[in-house]
């Protein structure tokens, strides 16, 4: 029984001094890829929002308003699909100076253009039948995966570029790959806010031009020293 046990150990001790050597013959990196998008989508966040001193008359407003809204859209040809509510709320507040009480009615409706050029067009009408605050506009791309895997293969790259720049003054070369792991996916992109309309449709509209996003994969590599 003794003897097994001291041969166990020296079975252990000899694993770990490979894997410490092993690990010593590693070049481990990190590598970077990115590719620049141009976003042909874009998700519309809105919001329909009306307050007063009846819970009843602010929920009809809210209701009126959001049925224009989902009419316009349906025909102008958005796809039932992409028109979300995200929620319902109707809040009641107490002003405890005054003694009195007011509601607030919110719907929030997201909205997803399949073809950017829409955007002027959709968002127009919206305001004009009843649509009264926009709390975001998030450009999207509709290959984002595609483009998600050039960037995973210029980080792969990226990560075997930095590893022969380490050893070159060594004079030695890195031999083959022994492990990969993703680190992160990154796409960061514009955000467009807007505050409470105003009563004017006209200074209201506001213009877009999303230009690039980026997407951006980092990887970390270790490869074996020759």
Partial sequence: MIKKVFYLIAILIASGSMAQ??????????????????????IIKSRVEHEGESAAAVKKQNDVAVNAIIKFLKESGIPEKHINTD???????YNYNEKTSSFSANQAISITLEDIEDYEMIMSGLLEVGLNRIDGVEFKSSEAEKFESEARKEAILDA?????????????????????SEGTVNNP???????????????????????????????????LLE
Avoid at 21 to 42: Q, W
Avoid at 162 to 173: D, N, Y
Avoid at 192 to 220: K, W
């Fill in 160 to 180: 075997k570029r930095i590893a022969e720049e380490l050893v070159a003054p060594l004079g030695q070369q890195i031999g083959k790959a022994v492990f990969i």
């Fill in 87 to 93: 929620y319902i709320r109707l809040n009641k507040s």
């Fill in 21 to 42: 050597e092993s690990n010593s013959n590693l070049v481990n990196v990190s590598g970077e890829g990115t590719v620049n998008v141009v976003p042909d989508k874009v």
């Fill in 189 to 223: 992109q514009p955000m467009y806010r807007m505050a409470m309309m105003g009563d004017s449709v006209e200074s209201s509209r506001e213009s877009i031009a999303p230009g690039e996003m980026e997407i951006t994969v980092r990887v970390n590599v270790g490869f």
